[in-house]
């Protein structure tokens, strides 16, 4: 058998740059001898299978960019983390390495090296190049992180890499396999020696025919996510290391108490109100209508803060995100709703006349992570990121209703503080209704736009945009310096209320908010509607010194918490106005970081000593450089806020609210996950 199969590989070999072109055309042949038919057959699917990857890899992957890069490396954690979700998998290892490959290596049971029937080839090998292979990894109970959103398997990565190598230790042997050109393979899998150890290594080279963009790993992005994962496995060590560049660099995650951490974590710079995070767990047997049983496991953490915010719940299923949530949300929300109320009835902190709290009071400050695994997601919505099985709802609020109303029996303190800072929810929520009713019904009555904006004259909000300036003279200069027909001008007095400490009520009442929000013209908080908005770019223009980046960061904190979707959508930008100006034979020069100074002393042949101006602040432009420098579309250059994770977010918006200046300082420079750098 493993011979004839070898033959036939070796005679496609001959001509392997055409290999798949070759076959498509053997595919019409049928004088193909009756032995090899079966083998020929699959393997003209397979290797079709992985050309199809590498014609459409927007059907496998998020997309070829910076995110669909990163998920090749998702993708083959995620096996090893299946491994050890099985419960044979103690450590991770992620390498890149020097030549831009990356290096996974886990000490699992090693992927089967035995021949799988169906394909007529080894488990390394079918594993690495039938389409959905990992499809079948679930069966017998297992739980499987891949088959997710972008759960596609090793063979679409393989198809999408110059070249792969696999090496597996397994029952004493060491085997090897290597593919090239979108997953040939070079031979078959291949017994190399002796091993006393067991586990999986898998290193792949990214195609740079494919991934355009770029082909270079983004050690932050890699850390974010690995990290993540650690904490959502409990026990398991991952390491992370970087060979590239001049000093290697290495993270190592491991959290015995997964979620719990991960909530400690997420609250670093925030101040708790129950002292310990909150912990409940456990795993329920279902039995589905058409008889089949699954085991649902569904583990809940929380802990509450005095940061108002009432979106600090992450749910994850089978590791992945949800961002859109889904029904162990669902039961979520209903046991933490029962158990409050519950609570706050029989403790008096809700009287007979009382309403309930609502939801929103209840996770008032809450940062919570749910993490259910589940034999057979189905996830639905918009991004297919909201969990479907409609018989998690029940295991989870069942888990929680039980274990937290336990808790609060047995934590009277904690149960007292909780329920204070959810009765001020609610409070709060009160008062800002009646203030946003008042708000409402003056507005309607003047529908007047705040006489400090000085609004453009289109009224097409694709092509508006809306300009905020800190202080009253760049205000001024920016309003004669702009393009009137689609630049407005909201200039900020001062500094703006830090959203973060204030109340709801205080935030509708503060003058340089409401200007904002009637200028966005789209509401705010729970009815805020993006599709109303009465621009498509909001831009923050501050100076490049600390009280700048101050009100930067409150603005953005305030978009943040009150109209997150400003943020999701990628409506919001900060401008760049130059740091440096050299005057030259009459032409002004402008330089926007030190290196382009230099860059520009060097291009001007300028002698050492040569004047250049720094400006201090907006204030030092006039009318026209504003224009030429930051905001002419033509020539400005300008950086769009998104938000990758909103766990990761809302943490480093903590981290910047808190007491440091440093942190807040780096923001803008360092946070490269956070910030994504625009030429528009
Ligand atoms: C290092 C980077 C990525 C992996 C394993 C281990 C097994 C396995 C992987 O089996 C095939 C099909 C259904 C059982 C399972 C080994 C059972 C016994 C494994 C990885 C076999 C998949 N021995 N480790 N796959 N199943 N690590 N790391 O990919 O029936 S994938």
Redesign the pocket.
Known sequence: MEEEKKTIVNENKEDDDNLIYKIEEVEGEEELEKADEHYDASNIKVLKGLEAVRKRPGMYIANTGEAGLHHLVWE?????I??SL?G??HN?EVTINKDGSI????D?????VDI?ADSGLS?VE??FTVLH??G?????G?YKVSGGLHGVG?SVVNALSTWCE?T?H?DGGAYFVRFEDGGHPVGHLEKVGEADDQ????TFMPDPEIFTETTTFNYETIKTRLRQTAFLNAGVKIILTDLRGENARSDTFCYEGGIKEYVKFLNSSKTPINANVIYCSGAEKVTLINGEVEEIIAEVAMQWTDTANSNGVYSFCNNILTKEGGTHVDGFNSALNRTVNSHARRLKVLGDKDDNFVGDDCREGLTCIISVKHPNPQYEGQTKTKLGNTEVRKVVSNIVSKQLDQYFLENPDQVNLILATVKRAANGRMAAQKARETARKSSLTITNLPGKLADCSSKDPSECELYIVEGNSAGGNAKSGRDSRTQAILPLRGKILNVKKANEARIYNNAEIGNMITAIGAGIDSSFDVSKIRYHKIVIMTDADVDGDHIRILLLTFFYRFMRPLLDGGYVYIAQPPLYKIDYKGKPYYAYNDEQLERLKKALNLKPGYPFQRYKGLGEMDAEQLWETTMDPQARKMIRITIDDAAEADKIFSDLMGDDVEPRKTFINENAKFVTNLDI
């Open positions: 083959i954690v995620d096996n090893a299946d491994e099985a044979f998998c991770i290096s996974v290596q886990d699992g049971r090693g992927i089967p799988v488990g079918t594993a292979a990992g079948k990894f679930g069966e017998g297992g090793a696999v597996v397994k586990g999986t290594k898998v």
